[in-house]
DNA sequence: ACCTATCGATTAATTTTATTCATAGATAGT
DNA sequence: ACTATCTATGAATAAAATTAATCGATAGGT
């Protein structure tokens, strides 16, 4: 009843003085500005202006009418604008799920140039997860699975993003510290430092210590990589972390990085989103972000390989 | 372009769960709701809502524009509420002019009854008017004129509400105290009070002490009648007022009340409006309460004249 | 595994609403 | 007095919203 328009031409007609001038800046002819308007006064049973021979002069009734036009079409403005942001894709919320420890240590290298390029797109990141990252993703709780798993499904699309290897990283003066490369069996008189998750979550166990049947001689955790790294350091276990990530902190304290079997524990980050998102410009920017990101990795890599 | 129905109907499926139980509630079909909403998701180039079988979620964009509807309606609801009241004439500003300084004392009686009676209707007294009360009241700087000079015009009608006598006030052992009446020439060796305002605007001079040619001793002004009264109590001159007001101050300060010239000097206060709001509830009721004031206060008057 | 009821989308027809056109009435300025 | 410039108005027209009828999809019951 109370529409748009009428707010629209209440603040034309006050901001450039008449009806007419208002109907040429709304690019209708005055007659419609007089009718849509006299169809509003005699709903409201007010008049909105007082006729005084050639001009018009806003009743009481007329004044509060513009305080609330000059109070609302703002906020249309304001939302009509976003929308269309959102609609391009400039604007939103890229809710990020997550299932592994690694792939955090990973995430925080993307988002941050991710936030940079794209300033009007917030980022939320979460980790838990009532029916799965795969579930999150289908209920649209989340935007963007961030997982070793993919998980084919219609619907949905996966993407590698980046290979790691997971190694083992011990003191420096570990007996182990010297080898070329363990074996499960290395593990049976170490004691084992993880993130503090289910066993069947640990690539350790499940890809190298479950397939030997060896069971190190005690498991702690820690939440944090700086402490589980700093309880390593200082000769309270072992832990296995990814390669790249290892190699970070082997700056920071005395520790060495030994490969996991004979050829190593290969793994792979992949993104996971739904196919209806394909559109959603901000989380194609963002898987590209992530692929490039993997690039510049292993250019460094080989530099550093050729280094050692 | 985002209309007002586009948020009401993201509101109603919302709150109700589907179009169809929206469309129910706002008494259209199912398929009006598809066809406005398909329109508006047309022009933002963004779903509202993601179909999945026979149920719609909310976008992204969708969830915004349903804060936006939660935001705004409200406000528009609120306004529509106000405006019917403004028409029905229970809801405004009652924006008072005064041109006399008796008529400011006699005001404050009848204000705040009327503000008890219209707890939606504020009131406004401004007493400087550019071109004089009746410009204030043709240039709808005020609604309400109250005057002592009833400026019969095309287009204002003014009305008597109150009837005074002005006269002297003096101290009760002032050598005119005990007089019956007194002449313009019994003034000549007296302290004259007044207001500060020019001469040609209070009634002493212009019906009492001009026609007979008399200028009194001396002139001292006082802003508050209070001031004004302590200084005649104390025996520093001579007032006019008010006859109902001099009484009252009678009872405060050892005061006496000399009538002006021999049958004394009669006035009125008149209240003037526009003719165009004869059909504003608010004004006819506080028109009505101040000839009830003036009524009431007769008798009241004529009770103390038979005690005395 | 098959009905059945219910949901949203769609097309064409219809109704309602908004807008224009043409013109009258009023008035301020020249 | 004349003219230009307002707003209002009624009828005609254009545009928009709404409906009716129907389709395809799907969740839930049997």
New interface residues.
């Given amino acids: 009843?109370?529409?748009?328009t009428h707010l629209t031409v209440v603040q034309a007609v006050d901001e450039h003085g008449s009806l007419t001038a208002a109907a040429k800046e709304l690019c209708v002819t005055q007659s419609a500005l007089s009718h849509t308007m006299r169809k509003l006064e005699d709903n409201?049973?007010?008049p909105i202006w007082?006729r005084e021979g050639r001009s018009l002069?806003l009743t009481?009734?007329g004044q509060?009418?513009l305080s609330?036009a000059n109070?609302?079409l703002p906020?249309?403005h304001y939302?009509?604008n976003?929308?269309?942001q959102?609609?391009?894709g400039e604007l939103?919320?890229l809710r990020i799920g997550m299932e592994c420890h690694p792939c955090y240590q990973w995430l925080l290298k993307v988002v941050s140039p991710f936030l940079e390029a794209w300033p009007n797109v917030d980022v939320d990141v979460k980790q838990k997860f009532q029916f799965g990252g795969v579930g999150a993703l289908l209920s649209?709780e989340i935007d963007l699975l961030v997982t070793p798993d993919p998980f084919y499904k219609s619907g949905l699309s996966f993407e590698p993003v980046f290979d790691y290897e997971q190694v083992l990283i011990v003191p420096n003066d570990h007996t182990l510290a010297t080898r070329k490369y363990i074996n499960a069996a290395d593990l049976r008189d170490q004691v084992l430092l993880t993130y503090p998750v289910e066993p069947d979550r640990l690539d350790i166990y499940t890809q190298f210590l479950n397939p030997a049947g060896v069971i190190p001689k005690r498991h702690k955790t820690s939440e944090t990589t700086d402490i589980m790294l700093q309880m390593v350091a200082s000769g309270r276990g072992v832990a296995a972390l990814p390669r790249w990530l290892a190699e970070e902190y082997c700056r920071k304290f005395p520790l060495s990085v030994v490969r996991l079997g004979k050829s190593g524990i290969d793994k792979q980050i992949y993104l996971g989103t739904r196919e209806?998102d394909n559109d959603v410009e901000y989380l194609k920017a963002f898987i590209e972000l992530a692929r490039s990101y993997k690039h510049q990795r292993a250019n460094k890599e080989s530099l550093t390989d050729k280094k050692n």
């Fill in positions: 009843m109370l529409e748009r409201l049973g007010t007082l002069r009481q009734a509060y009418l609330i109070r609302v906020q249309l939302a009509e976003k929308l269309h959102m609609a391009k939103g919320t649209y209806t």
